[in-house]
């Protein structure tokens, strides 16, 4: 089951301000999405949210496809609060007040995955020969 890391600039010095935004974050109201036809393509395992000076990464655990992620998540109330809150905070301000902007905004800073181990990938557990 895949990762995904989206990243954020933010103004260093305000940590704990963003720290605070996430903490009190409205979760999704369902972990099951579904894709553009409305057929289920997958669901959200977990997330977290690292920060350290002016960078802030929210990695996504899913399984199925990572493109209706981006819409599910669009249209979360919950999602469009945090942007609201976290705004004065971005170096740099981006549109993700509407379903199409966010979900732009999500693809482009989509971290570039360079690796990914499981355990399901481990050699142990390959079938003995």
Same mark, same amino acid.
């Given at each position: 089951?895949?990762?995904?890391?989206?990243?954020?600039?933010?103004?260093?010095?305000?940590?704990?301000?963003?720290? %605070?935004? *996430?903490? /009190? +974050?409205?979760?999704?109201?369902?972990?099951? *999405?579904? /894709?553009? =036809? =409305?057929?289920?393509? /997958?669901? !959200? #395992?977990?997330?977290? &949210? +690292? !920060?350290?000076?002016? &960078?802030?990464?929210?990695?996504?655990?899913?399984? =199925?496809? *990572?493109?209706?992620?981006?819409?599910?998540?669009? %249209?979360?109330? =919950?999602?469009?609060? #945090?942007?609201?809150? !976290? %705004?004065?905070? #971005?170096?740099?301000?981006?549109?993700?007040?509407?379903?199409? /902007?966010?979900?732009?905004? *999500?693809?482009? %800073?989509?971290?570039?995955?360079?690796?990914? !181990?499981?355990?399901?990938?481990?050699?142990?557990?390959?079938?003995?020969?």
């Amino acid at each position: 089951m895949p990762y995904a890391a989206i990243t954020y600039r933010v103004k260093p010095g305000h940590e704990e301000e963003i720290a %605070a935004i *996430f903490a /009190g +974050f409205q979760r999704v109201d369902t972990p099951d *999405f579904a /894709g553009k =036809g =409305g057929a289920a393509a /997958g669901r !959200l #395992l977990g997330t977290a &949210v +690292f !920060l350290k000076d002016d &960078v802030l990464v929210r990695v996504i655990h899913y399984e =199925g496809d *990572f493109s209706a992620v981006a819409r599910h998540m669009a %249209a979360q109330k =919950g999602v469009h609060v #945090l942007e609201e809150k !976290l %705004a004065p905070y #971005l170096a740099e301000e981006r549109e993700t007040r509407s379903d199409q /902007g966010f979900a732009e905004y *999500f693809r482009n %800073a989509t971290m570039r995955t360079v690796s990914q !181990l499981t355990i399901d990938t481990h050699p142990a557990a390959a079938p003995a020969s």
